[in-house]
């Protein structure tokens, strides 16, 4: 069984950095795309980003696009979203993903002066 | 992009009675392969989302036998046969089809 622990979440300027991680076992890491999610305060489910098992495909929403990153580290299982020019409305808890079937306990983000 | 619409936007339901949720998609949800990436996902207060029915109508592993998916094309209907105080919460669809992944709204079941 999959489990996900994300972790590098906190509170941080508008216009600031952060990056996040999600350490992953019990699994071949490698052999499946991995994804983040939010979900801003009160509201709804968000796709960000997701990225391919090899790492060579990456997509994201238009909302994040030229601001975030994701990467991968296979050979420390685990998936990062590097998270630049942070805005208000990036505000959220954010969940990793293994493919579409398992998902982290999520990381709070929060942009606030 | 595509659009998910889900209905109703919340559920007060009896224990034991049946429950229905409505999902459509702005276009069809079929892959070339003849899969349609059709998924549903329970959110339980204060936790994170857990998959429920991938591919339209395939149970998770661990999903009770009361959960059903259901549907084609743009329409689909997540169907709990007898709901049970631990089935509140938010359910969502989401299509897994193309990039970018996206959800509906989300329908809030409450027990009655």
């Known amino acids: 069984e999959v489990q996900l622990l994300e972790s590098g979440g906190g509170l941080v300027q508008p216009g600031g950095s952060l990056r996040l991680s999600c350490a992953a076992s019990?699994?071949?890491?490698?052999?499946?795309?991995m994804s983040w999610v939010r979900q801003a305060p009160g509201k709804g489910l968000e796709w960000v980003s997701a990225?391919?098992?090899?790492?060579?495909?990456?997509y994201y929403s238009d909302s994040v696009k030229g601001r975030f990153t994701i990467s991968r580290d296979n050979s420390k299982n685990t998936l990062y979203l590097q998270m630049n020019s942070l805005r208000a409305e990036d505000t959220a808890v954010y969940y990793c993903?293994?493919?579409?079937?398992?998902w982290g306990q999520g990381t709070l983000v929060t942009v606030s002066s | 992009d595509i659009v998910m619409t889900q209905t109703p936007l919340s559920l007060s339901v009896t224990p034991g009675q049946p429950a229905s949720i409505s999902c459509k998609s702005s276009q069809s949800l079929l892959h070339s392969d003849g899969r349609a990436y059709l998924y549903w996902y329970l959110q339980r207060p204060g936790q994170p989302p857990q998959l429920l029915i991938y591919e339209v109508s395939n149970r998770f592993s661990g999903v009770p036998d009361r959960f059903t998916g259901s549907g084609s094309g743009t329409d689909f209907t997540l169907k709990i046969s007898r709901v049970e105080a631990e089935d509140v919460g938010v359910y969502y669809c989401?299509?897994?089809?193309?990039?970018?992944?996206?959800f509906g709204g989300g329908t809030k079941l409450e027990i009655k």
């Open positions: 993903a293994k493919d579409k079937d398992t």
């Open positions: 989401m299509q897994g089809l193309q990039p970018p992944l996206t």
């Open positions: 990225i391919s098992g090899s790492g060579s495909n990456t």
């Open positions: 019990g699994a071949t890491f490698s052999t499946y795309a």
